[in-house]
């Protein structure tokens, strides 16, 4: 079975304690090259992973090694740039959420994905876990009957709050990043892969802390200004025909007991828990069986491989292998650009704003 070569670009804290970490569960996967503009973590990423290639530009990467698929887990406004240059490159992609910060960039490297005949896999990796799978099963298959309401949220207390990093995080808080495309965008494509497309969005956000301090980690101490982007969001999505959602995200959020979703149809409710023993808790209220109660799902089908965070490069593979779209597709990818950049506007203005993208 072939070995494919991987290289990646944007060392930092997911790529050194998720992606590295996890790299050697994929046995047809294989490091061969490493990328950052500091000379710090590629030598890092060498010594650490022992990777043979490492490079400070993408063009020399690019040009020097010999490598198939490209992972781009680099700050969030460096991955147009990076994933246009891989795609022209005629590199299959793995990118980082989001894979732009509009919908016109993102319909450019769709197009030019399609015109290099390359596979292209975005960021997040929330439709190849099996608890949302399921969940998307259930719903697709009438189970709890039409959806009412779903309920989403992503937030925590923001990326200087105790996680222990070794880069600066300060670029979180400036324009072309944030917490509505650091975290929002992971509720959002939660509920848009279970429900489908919005056609609606409203919000209100507001700032909640305009100065902070990290916490831990590398720059323990240091002062961020934060107030140059909103970072405590209340959105609601309408997705037509009597469904509407609810999703809170934002740096705000120091701890909470919240689901991170609930789906609420005309026969029951499905909730995603974190508890691995019971990944969803399913309610069914079916008058016809008389039946009424929260139930104990048991498989039916054999089980989905585990997931993990590196099934994205797993799933890519398998995608450039069979030829069909990689499962976490950049359309849905758009889509939540498109629904963002209106949220934005929107926590401006306080205006309606209609969804023109699908998936
Ligand atoms: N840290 C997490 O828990 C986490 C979780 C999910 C998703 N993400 C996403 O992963 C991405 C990276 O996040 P992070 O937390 O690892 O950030 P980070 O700041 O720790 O690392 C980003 C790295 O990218 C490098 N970089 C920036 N521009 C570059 C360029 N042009 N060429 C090469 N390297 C470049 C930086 O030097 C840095 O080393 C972001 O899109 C973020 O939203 C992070």
Redesign the pocket.
Same mark, same amino acid.
């Given at each position: 079975m072939k070995t494919w070569k991987i290289a990646i670009?944007?060392?930092?804290?997911?790529?050194?304690?998720?992606y590295m970490a996890q790299m050697h569960r994929n046995s047809r996967a294989e490091v061969v090259a490493c990328?950052?503009?500091?000379p710090d %973590?590629t030598a890092l990423f060498q010594k650490k992973f022992g990777i043979p290639g490492a490079y /400070?530009? +993408?063009e020399d990467l690019l040009e020097k090694e010999d490598f198939e698929i490209l992972m781009d887990? @680099? /700050? +969030? =406004? @460096?991955?147009f740039?990076?994933n246009m240059k891989a795609l022209k490159a005629g590199k299959h992609l793995y990118s980082?959420? =989001?894979i732009g910060l509009t919908v016109d960039e993102a319909t450019e490297m769709i197009t030019t994905a399609e015109k290099m005949g390359v596979k292209f896999a975005a @960021?997040?990796i929330h439709m190849l876990r099996n608890d949302i799978r399921e969940a998307k099963r259930l719903i697709d298959g009438g189970v709890i009957g039409k959806v009412n309401l779903a309920r989403a949220m992503a937030a925590h207390g923001g990326?200087e709050y105790f996680?222990y %990093?070794?880069?600066? =995080?300060s670029?979180?808080y400036e324009p072309g990043?944030g917490a509505l495309?650091?975290l929002g965008?992971h509720a959002l494509h939660m509920v848009t892969g279970l429900l489908g497309p919005a056609k609606k969005v409203i919000c209100t956000a507001t700032v909640s802390s305009p100065l902070r301090t990290i916490r831990s980690g590398n720059f323990d101490g240091k002062q961020i200004h934060s107030n140059k982007l909103f970072d405590n969001y209340l959105i609601h999505l309408d997705f037509g025909g009597g469904t509407i959602a609810d999703v809170t995200t934002g740096f705000c959020i120091k701890a909470t007991t919240a689901p991170q979703l609930e789906i609420y149809g005309e026969y029951g409710s499905i909730i995603l828990t974190d508890d691995p023993k019971q990944p969803l808790k399913i309610y069914i209220d079916n008058p016809d069986k008389k039946i009424r109660g929260w139930i104990d799902e048991q498989p039916q089908e054999r089980p989905e491989p585990e997931f993990y965070q590196c099934s994205c490069i797993a799933d890519l593979i398998e995608a450039i292998e069979n030829n069909r779209p990689p499962r976490i597709q950049p359309e849905h990818a758009r889509h939540v650009i498109d629904l963002i950049c209106n949220i934005e506007e929107c926590a401006r203005d306080g205006k309606v704003r209609q969804l023109t993208t699908s998936f």
């Open positions: 670009v944007g060392l930092g804290d997911i790529a050194e304690h998720t990328c950052d503009i500091k %973590r /400070s530009k +993408i887990t @680099a /700050s +969030i =406004p @460096a991955h740039e990076l980082q959420k =989001p @960021a997040p990326p996680q %990093r070794v880069n600066d =995080p670029w979180f990043a495309y650091d965008v």
